[in-house]
């Protein structure tokens, strides 16, 4: 298996001494436990980890890549992982990994925290994990693939900040930038549906936090929220979504190659409701699943 190199060997590790003491260690929002379960049989072998917001869109992806890796046997389907919880959901297929992480930063950072040890005690190394999304993008057609130069907050800064033990820790969200190449080539050569790189805004709200005039509160103008958006725009913002930067932080702090890859669904300078229709934003929706796929397909050496 060619995985480019460098990575090859690189084992995931945690930035905490406490886990090598546990005794057991109970992944409790996946409903699964070093003590109940072989990790290292499940997942030992899981080189590539998608993650995306909704279990349904994150099972249809590990079925989209079980045919394309031809591991697709007749009347065989993608049990969830972790049927003993409905926090997340969990899908495998060969060396791929597919979670749903929900919405937002709290939700993503607790799925992330139990997949990091996931993949510590199954001791996976050379791993890469992509977050496929969907986002709102700035004066772009939407349809458009945006993949992730850098992930920046809501003052368009490239860091990631917490209140851990009533301090603010800030740790940097930078991505892999060698990923992002790969990651472009790769769309070049599908050619199906625009891709550009640049970055991504990430808030801790859908409504007031991205500038829409159209939640329950509301308190600026549509002249502010323009201006916003512009200066977001000239900061290298093209798309806006609600999990990135804890991402960036926590898969570069425990040395995973990490890329984000978002579909947006709507030009935030026309407009603040995603009104088109269903079947347009489920096909919107396949455009990131489509680029990753074929990125872990050529990854694999199956072009
Ligand atoms: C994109 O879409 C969701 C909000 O609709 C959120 O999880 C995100 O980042
Ligand atoms: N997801 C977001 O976070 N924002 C949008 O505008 C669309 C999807």
Do not use: W
Not at 6 to 21: E, I
Not at 85 to 99: E, H, I, N, Q
Not at 193 to 210: A, H, K, R, S
Request: hydrophobic share 40%; proline share 4%.
């Amino acid at each position: 298996m060619d995985l480019g190199g460098h990575h090859k060997d690189n084992f995931v590790q945690l930035c905490n001494p406490n886990v090598a003491t546990l005794k057991e260690d109970v992944l409790y929002h996946f409903g699964l436990s070093t003590g109940t379960h072989d990790l290292s049989a499940m997942f030992g072998d899981v080189k590539f980890v998608c993650v995306g917001g909704t279990p349904s869109r994150m099972q249809s992806f590990i079925r989209y890549l079980a045919s394309e890796l031809g591991f697709d046997q007749p009347g065989a389907d993608y049990p969830n992982i972790c049927e003993g919880t409905d926090r997340y959901s969990m899908f495998k297929a060969g060396p791929v990994l597919s979670v749903s992480h929900g919405m937002g930063i709290p939700s993503i950072a607790i799925m992330l925290h139990e997949l990091i040890k996931l993949l510590y005690h199954a001791r996976c190394s050379g791993v890469t994990i992509i977050r496929i999304g969907t986002s709102g993008g700035i004066g772009l057609d939407p349809g458009s693939v945006v993949i992730t130069q850098q992930a920046v907050d809501a003052c368009f800064k490239p860091e990631f900040e917490q209140i851990v033990l009533g301090k603010r820790i800030v740790r940097s969200t930078s991505l892999d930038e060698q990923l992002v190449r790969e990651l472009v080539e790769c769309s070049a050569f599908l050619n199906e549906f625009p891709v550009i790189v640049g970055n991504t805004m990430c808030t801790l709200d859908f409504y007031e936090g991205q500038g829409r005039l159209d939640g329950a509160l509301c308190c600026y103008t549509e002249k502010d929220k323009q201006e916003y958006l512009q200066a977001a725009y000239s900061a290298g913002v093209r798309n806006i979504e609600m999990e990135s930067s804890v991402f960036a932080a926590m898969c570069r702090a425990c040395g995973l190659r990490a890329a984000v890859v978002c579909v947006t669904l709507l030009d935030r300078l026309k407009g603040d409701q995603i009104s088109s229709p269903h079947e347009i934003l489920l096909e919107y929706q396949q455009r990131p699943q489509r680029l990753v796929g074929y990125f872990i397909k050529k990854s694999l050496g199956m072009p």
